[in-house]
């Protein structure tokens, strides 16, 4: 079936480090990739998605391209800042009418 | 502006008691969900609803229901007969299509004593 793997968290850094969550799926169709965040208490907001192959997702600094050849959606933001603290989402749909999402992967920045 | 919205942000109930939580969406969108969050956890499906007046269930349905009359609203009833009602639960709506994202609502935080 349809599923997304990504990497367990917690994750802590400091300031202006480099970041990269792991995502990888598996999927019966050609699937569309988003990465959503949440902040405490909220809902889920879209950070960013992918809808083909090589496509690269973008958005207030972080980026995820969609690879076919190893079937990933890596998040990563070059310098990340305390304000990034939250928790991460990769998910995927195939028709747009069913969702898969990992697990989430909590994010802490420090000063 | 667009969006969805849930009612109450925060709501505190009895055990043995049905609750209802609302879903709006002025997004025109067909379809909605309804997920539950516990604390740590990823998201489980429990009812999603592709057209006005009908529904399916998703991974944990039981001890839930609800209804879709209207296209913008998708209110969820948490019954007495769900065991572990306490948690995090979010709605959400989609387009159709195979690249449509969902959008999802702020939550409400129930809890049961």
């Known amino acids: 079936g349809d599923s997304v793997t990504q990497m367990e968290g917690p994750v802590t850094l400091s300031e202006e480090a480099f970041l990269t969550i792991n995502c990888t799926y598996t999927?019966?169709?050609?699937?569309?990739l988003f990465w959503y965040v949440q902040y405490p208490g909220e809902g889920l907001q879209l950070l960013l998605k992918?809808?083909?192959?090589?496509d690269k997702g973008s958005n207030k600094g972080f980026e995820a391209t969609y690879r076919k050849e190893t079937t990933s959606f890596h998040l990563e933001k070059g310098s990340v800042q305390v304000s990034d603290s939250a928790v991460y989402f990769c998910?995927?749909?195939?028709?747009?009418?069913?969702?898969?999402f990992g697990t989430g992967t909590s994010l802490t920045v420090i000063p | 502006d667009g969006g969805i919205t849930q009612s109450p942000k925060y709501l505190f109930r009895k055990e043995g008691q049905n609750v209802t939580l609302s879903c709006e969406q002025n997004?025109?969108?067909?379809?909605m969900y309804w997920y539950r969050q516990d604390p740590g956890q990823g998201l489980r499906l429990i009812y999603y609803?592709?057209?006005?007046?009908?529904?399916q269930k998703g991974d944990i349905a039981e001890g839930y229901s609800v209804s879709r009359e209207k296209k913008e609203s998708f209110p969820l009833t948490v019954t007495s007969a769900q065991k572990n009602p306490t948690a995090f639960y979010l709605c959400?709506?989609?387009?159709?299509?195979?690249?449509?994202?969902?959008?999802f609502g702020p939550g409400t935080r129930l809890t049961v004593t």
């Open positions: 992918a809808t083909k192959a090589d």
């Open positions: 959400a709506s989609s387009a159709t299509g195979p690249h449509g994202q969902q959008y």
């Open positions: 609803s592709q057209i006005v007046n009908d529904f």
């Open positions: 998910a995927l749909t195939i028709t747009g009418n069913q969702f898969y």
């Open positions: 999927a019966t169709g050609y699937p569309s």
């Open positions: 997004l025109n969108h067909d379809a």
